[in-house]
């Protein structure tokens, strides 16, 4: 066996961090995965160009749902820049275990999702800062 | 009976340790295996007489041309069409189906028309018809299902009375659900009412025989890497009449009679159809699978696999994680079953089955609208062929303890 399914990896897709949803999100963002029907909604709330809070709601593998737990453990209260440079061998990194090229993208939905959320609520946030927009799906 | 020794030897695959044990494939659905007759076929064009076809006029290239038209021969001996002419090669089953809809879809399609769809389609028989509505603006009609999931044969009666209605497309076999359609009465039905039917037989042909004799679909599609062939080829089947009074699909060398600079004059099908220098040695390597199949005869290849089908469902029923999508009862389906397992995405009990060297499917399978339809996010699949044994399935019911292990699953 390889180390795919350590314990910490069934833990958390048994009880996930950060599940559910938020009142009035800055921006809320679907990724969806047409191969394997992996489907990550985010709600994050952005204040002075940080990430105050996060939640995730949807259906996934252990794989993606363990590593979209912890990713929203990793970005809070980080400055949206910070987490736009976040690579994807620092999910691999979260997550401590090896993955093939297939099964690499459950593991970088998560990530795509949150770089998503974030260039959405950027093209959407006024120049002028203040306002807080509230998008739906 | 099937003598499996023999198989095994044929497909070299088979002999070799995957993870450290024995290979067991499950996934024929998707792809199939490739016994060394094809492979050795293919090597021959690529050692022996390699040359491009209709054209090269020394030995080598009259060589490959017979090798080429031989396997389109085979072809269209095999599924019972009448003329070699109505044998097109296209690249696989989608390819197929998107000539059809760009060359008599474009043609005979447009606002106020109808086409029927089912609601199990392959996304290869959705998404060409969609591309083309967009153009052409003419109405999709889904087709719903029984609760066994097979096509509601009175709804289909109902809807092609409607007079806008100008063609039927339906798949033969089920990917998801192993159903078998009743292609020849979908056709007769249509045809009385002067409707034109396609047949998508991409899961059919490679596990029962089947006569376009008896079917008689206008047009019937396929491909070759689900029937023991090579990847990169597949075959159109268009009845001859509807061949000829349809445009071209591709341009460039072999589809034409004559260019000029101020326009071009076009070869006689199914030349007109395949354009450029085709895949020469995947056509001659799908032309050996043909000969692999019938030495051991389709009847025998489907009583295997009706066996198999039994003794699964059989073993799968009585597992109470296990549920199961689709008929599961063994009549008229194929031996194709998806189901779920437990609460266990379907990704990781693939992985986990993958990790012991048994290897399945998992995801939605290219059918998306059939499971949202059934409202299941994505389900595991395990298809058979003639090299499957019952030793196969159980060593897919002992894999699935470790799944059941791994995710703490509670009885």
Known sequence: ?137 | MIDQKKIKADFPILKKKNNGQRLVYLDSANTSLTPRQVVEKMDEYYEVYNANIHRAVYPLGERATFEYEAAREKIRRFIGAKSSKEIIFTRNATESINLVAQTWGRQHLGRGDAIVLSIMEHHSNIVPWQLLQKEKGFHIHYLSLSKEGRLNMEAYQRVIQNKNIKLVSLIHQSNVLGTLNDAKSLTELAHKRGIAVLIDGAQSVPHRKVDLKKIKADFFVFTGHKMLGPTGIGVLYGREELLQDMPPFLGGGDMIRSVGIEGSTWNDPPYKFEAGTPNIAGAIGLGAAVDYLENIGMKKVQEHEQKLLEYALKKMKAIPEINIIGPENAQNRGAVIAFNFAEVHPHDVATILGEQGICVRAGNHCAQPLLDYLKVPASLRVSFYLYNTEDDIDRLIEGLRLVKKTFHVEP
Do not use: F, W
């Open chain 1, 1 to 137: 066996m390889s180390n795919m399914y350590l314990d910490n990896i069934i833990d958390l897709y048994k009880n996930p961090l950060n599940q559910g949803t938020l009142e009035a999100p800055s921006v809320t963002y679907r990724a969806y995965s047409p191969v394997c029907g992996d489907d990550i909604t985010l709600d994050l709330i952005i204040r002075d160009g940080k990430i105050s809070d996060v939640r995730h709601r949807g259906v996934g593998c252990a794989i993606s749902q363990a590593s979209i737990s912890l990713l929203t453990e990793e970005i809070k209260n980080q400055s949206t820049d910070k987490v736009l440079r976040m690579k994807p061998d620092h999910v691999v990194k979260l997550l401590g275990i090896e993955l093939g090229p297939v099964r690499l993208k459950c593991a970088l939905l998560g990530l795509e999702a949150i770089h998503e959320a974030i260039g959405k609520y950027h093209s959407l946030a006024p120049l002028k800062g203040g306002i807080i927009l509230r998008t739906s799906l």
